[in-house]
């Protein structure tokens, strides 16, 4: 399947942002996982509220789009050595020094991420630590995939990442889709998830369109939207 740039964009932005099919993230009893394979109710290591690390139950996919030729952004660490692929309106913890507390590493746009930047990343005994960004490039990639955690956070290939995108605000993300994760907790999650946008991330797409100044949104998707 080929996408034009419009389509390809608008796969990956009107999403929680995505990861390559064949990311890895870290399951409870220490084993890795490719992100297609993920299933509800299991539990991945993310990071919690204080910026430590816990493990979260992941719940569905924001998007899952198995045959969507999707242009990635590549971020490469040293000091750790680790490399994470994300789409460039994904959030990414970034802080501008080493000494950052963990907990103060904020929320940025993974195409605003730059060499000399830090990004959080698991060492060794599971602890996180801030690890410098020295190269980053773009690669094209099929498969698409955004997970959704319970704490709105995930560690895939070894990196700190949001399950959010496109709006620049991780607690107002995670706050907006309270409503899914309470619902489902009363009903139970499907086994099976078809493939596209999940209907609830399609509707706050279109809600946040409404209410929200274009400033919060990444500067792609409001160019997008004004062509």
């Not at 690390?53 to 040293?78: C, G, M, N, W």
């Amino acid at each position: 399947l080929s996408l034009t740039p419009s389509q390809e964009h608008s796969a990956a932005a009107k999403t929680g942002g995505c990861f390559p099919g064949r990311a890895l993230a870290t399951l409870e009893d220490g084993a890795q996982t490719p992100l297609w394979a993920l299933r509800p109710g299991q539990r991945v290591l993310a990071m919690d509220g204080a910026g430590r690390p816990t493990y979260s139950d992941f719940l569905a996919f924001l998007d899952k789009e198995p045959r969507a030729l999707t242009t990635f952004h590549v971020i490469e660490t040293q000091e750790p050595r680790r490399r994470l692929v994300l789409t460039p309106t994904h959030l990414l913890f970034v802080a501008e020094n080493a000494s950052a507390p963990t907990a103060h590493f904020r929320p940025v746009f993974a195409s605003l991420v730059l060499p000399g930047h830090f990004v959080l990343v698991v060492a060794g005994g599971g602890s996180l630590q801030p690890a410098e960004v020295v190269r980053v490039r773009h690669r094209r990639d099929v498969g698409a995939y955004a997970p959704l955690t319970r704490h709105g956070t995930l560690v895939v290939d070894g990196v700190v990442a949001s399950c959010f995108a496109l709006v620049k605000e991780q607690q107002l993300a995670q706050l907006a889709f309270w409503p899914l994760r309470l619902y489902h907790s009363l009903l139970g999650w499907p086994e099976v998830q078809g493939d596209g946008v999940h209907w609830y991330s399609g509707l706050l797409y279109r809600l946040g369109r409404l209410i929200l100044p274009p400033d919060s949104f990444h500067p792609l998707e409001i160019s997008q939207a004004e062509s």
